[in-house]
């Protein structure tokens, strides 16, 4: 499995690398629940969805963009601009690989180059966990993922602290 699988093509658009003029916003929006929307209608068709996700970039303003060589429009995130919806699983302990799958079928294993964090959210407190996909684009694991990452967590050896995480390609991902 490759580290980064970006929307079924063979390797990303090297959109990091572009550098066009800002065009403006032209009301692209990817919600909360993963949904992409064009002026309030939303956008059906998965293959367009993936095509999009290719080329969408977070600036260091922190601001997301779809990029192409000739022009860079806004797109306003909910959330985060994936969500993760599968989590493969091989080894365990120290030696356990996690790999995560997104809507629009990037997929990433868990390590230094793409680190698992845990946010609180509010009201309630409770975990978030995000994964770093590519550039600054996040993923929002789903609450089926989060469930099995909660049902993999364990305390890290040695230690009686009752901080629980989780281990993947050899390091140890606190959860908060």
């Given at each position: 499995?490759?580290?980064v699988r970006s929307?079924?093509?063979?390797?990303?658009?090297p959109v990091e690398?572009?550098?066009?003029?800002?065009?403006?916003?032209?009301?692209?929006?990817?919600?909360?629940?993963?949904?992409?929307?064009?002026?309030?209608?939303?956008?059906?068709?998965?293959?367009?969805?993936?095509?999009?996700?290719?080329?969408?970039?977070?600036?260091?303003?922190?601001?997301?963009?779809?990029?192409?060589?000739?022009?860079?429009?806004?797109?306003?995130?909910?959330?985060?601009?994936?969500?993760?919806?599968?989590?493969?699983?091989?080894?365990?302990?120290?030696?356990?690989t996690l790999t995560?799958?997104?809507?629009?079928?990037?997929?990433?294993?868990?390590?230094?180059?793409?680190?698992?964090?845990?946010?609180?959210?509010?009201?309630?407190?409770?975990?978030?966990?995000?994964?770093?996909?590519?550039?600054?684009?996040?993923?929002?694991?789903?609450?089926?993922?989060?469930?099995?990452?909660?049902?993999?967590?364990?305390?890290?050896?040695?230690?009686?602290?009752?901080?629980?995480?989780?281990?993947?390609?050899?390091?140890?991902?606190?959860?908060?």
């Open positions: 499995m490759r580290n929307s079924g093509a063979k390797s990303a658009p690398s572009w550098d066009p003029p800002y065009c403006g916003n032209i009301g692209m929006k990817i919600a909360r629940d993963g949904r992409w929307f064009y002026q309030g209608s939303p956008i059906g068709r998965a293959a367009l969805v993936k095509l999009f996700a290719s080329i969408l970039r977070k600036d260091a303003d922190g601001r997301t963009y779809l990029v192409t060589p000739v022009e860079k429009v806004d797109v306003e995130i909910e959330d985060a601009p994936f969500l993760g919806v599968e989590l493969a699983v091989s080894g365990d302990g120290r030696d356990q995560l799958r997104t809507n629009v079928d990037d997929e990433v294993t868990i390590d230094r180059a793409h680190p698992l964090r845990f946010v609180a959210s509010e009201p309630d407190g409770g975990l978030k966990p995000y994964v770093l996909i590519r550039g600054r684009l996040e993923a929002l694991c789903t609450r089926a993922v989060y469930a099995e990452l909660a049902e993999l967590a364990t305390s890290k050896e040695g230690e009686e602290s009752g901080i629980v995480g989780v281990w993947s390609s050899g390091k140890w991902w606190e959860m908060g």
